[in-house]
């Protein structure tokens, strides 16, 4: 009875497996950008990406200071390397036509932003990227003291000095 049960098992298995071939391999999912993500894959990166940061992020405060010249140079730095994709203080508005091209969009981040995220997140996904998104690993470009000064502007985006407010206002991409 329990070899029936495992060879039932086991036909099963193979049964999906090769079904889930020739799904993909007929053309039957689209890998068009265009299309979207199917119900399992966005279930999947977002569940990755949770499980991720919760165990990789840095948990200790941001080493860099909360001052106007750290939130400016985190802006300066957010409009040469984030605003393409991310856009600027005007929000959806910004959104360039690579942001609106690309699967899954990204935030525009005046509009979603991730000032409740904890700073060592943010860190984390600038550093690492996100895979199944077109959000790329920053660490071989920025420096450490960068991608958190990065972290420091993205964490006080929505209440920033006036200092800081004027240079954000005058982000393009």
């Given at each position: 009875?329990?070899k029936?049960f ?50 990789e992020?840095?948990k ?11 939130l400016t140079t ?30 899954p969009?990204?935030p ?11 700073e ?8 690492h ?14 420096s ?28 393009a991409?």
């Amino acid at each position: 009875m329990i070899k029936s049960f495992l060879l039932g098992v086991v036909l099963t298995i193979v049964a999906i497996v090769i079904a889930l071939y020739f799904v993909f391999t007929t053309g039957t999912v689209s890998a068009g950008a265009d299309s979207g993500p199917l119900p399992l894959e966005k279930w999947a990166a977002r569940a990755s990406l949770h499980a991720t940061v919760s165990s990789e992020a840095p948990k200790q405060p941001n080493p860099v200071p909360l001052t106007d010249q750290n939130l400016t140079t985190g802006i300066q730095l957010y409009g040469q390397y984030c605003a393409g994709c991310h856009g600027t203080a005007k929000g959806a508005a910004s959104a360039t036509p690579l942001a609106k091209g690309l699967s899954p969009r990204p935030p525009q981040l005046a509009d979603h932003g991730v000032e409740d995220d904890p700073e060592g997140a943010t860190y984390w996904k600038i550093a690492h990227g996100i895979r199944w998104t077109a959000m790329p690993s920053w660490k071989d470009t920025l420096s450490d003291q960068q991608m958190w000064t990065l972290a420091l502007f993205l964490k006080h985006m929505d209440k920033l000095s006036p200092a800081a407010q004027e240079a954000w206002q005058k982000v393009a991409n």
